[in-house]
């Protein structure tokens, strides 16, 4: 049987996009039942006019309720305010202030249920200069540093993927699962906030780290004399990383590995801080090694002599690697998309993804149903405040 640690939690969801629905998504991967507000008929923007066919939306959203409910009336605000004593979190990432102004900020909803645990996902905070900014995932990659750390001096540049609005889920769901700890000791409600501009300073800490010791901003180049890093290709057209550190230990066997123990004794090489001078005369060395066999060969060696490598995988290399499926870190759908699992085991168990995508409205009838009787659902749908999916 799958261990949930969440089973029971209740959490209703007001917002859309990545950073808060990937919060919630890992929350209900973890047993907590989570129902998503959203406009009536069209749903949240990330469903892309596609309902629940959408992958991205799919791969946020599966497993949760569509609650489909007009929060531009006073009807709709009302139904979700007569849920909230249902509910143990309430979690939402609209503009400062704007859940405040609807009367579903957290003052409103711990009058309705003293001990909620109530969640604000922002831009840059609830206050400050920018406060009242719009943001994305490349404003916040933007603002913390990454397109400067991941870009050559003077050419910072877009990065692939969505770092900045993951790591603020991850950062997301760790605040909420800390809240609920908090309110079983004390009993008490807790209000958690987190924005992307804080949750990003997770990714640049190292980058900060490195400014101190340069006494200069990195780039995407700066660490890598000091992490002993290489990134080849083969014989074969593969590549390879290769992570050494500081350990002597780690060089020794790589110089064993290529053949090469001449440049273990190499004064440029020899010890971590030569070697980390030097390293950029280090690295077509290495390199012209790694031309030189197969990325077969390379694989045999290399883990004969315990050196850290890898294989530099696509996408879809990783979801069809052998660790990662044994790992069980993919839930696979039916039509091919790749559903990622919390990246947590429980008595060496991971949950899965259970269920669907919601379509719009999927379950109006029934959360509405909690509170109101069905005249007063009916009234509601003919008013367009809610809508269904039958």
Known sequence: ??????????ILEIGGYIALPYATSMLCALGAEVVKVERPVVGEDFRRHQNDASPYFRQYNTGKRSLAVDLKTPEGIAL?????????????NLRPGKVAAMGLGPEDCRALRPDIVYGSVTGFGNGGPLANRPAYDTIGQAFGGLYSLFGDEGHPQLTGGLSADLVTGLSTAAGVLAALVGRLRTGESQHVETSIMEAVSVLAADGISQAFELG??????SRHP??????????????????????QKFWQALCRAMDRTDLAADPRFAEYRPREANYHELVPLVAAEFERRTFDEWEKVLTAEDVPFAPVLSMTGYVEHEQVDWLRMIEPQDDGLALVRPPWRFEGERPDRP????????????????????????????????????
């Open 80 to 92: 979700v305010k007569a849920l909230v004593p249902h509910f143990d979190v309430v979690l939402e």
């Open 1 to 10: 049987m799958q261990h949930r640690p969440l089973d029971g939690i209740r």
């Open 355 to 390: 269920g669907a995508a919601p379509r719009v409205g999927a379950d109006t009838r029934s959360v509405a149903g909690e509170i109101y009787s069905a005249e007063q659902i009916n009234e509601l749908l003919a008013a367009g405040v809610i809508s269904v999916e039958d």
């Open 216 to 221: 200069a901003d990195p780039t995407r180049q």
């Open 226 to 247: 000091q992490a002993q890093n290489f990134c080849v290709r083969t014989a074969s057209g593969e590549f390879l990383a290769v992570h050494l550190s500081s350990s």
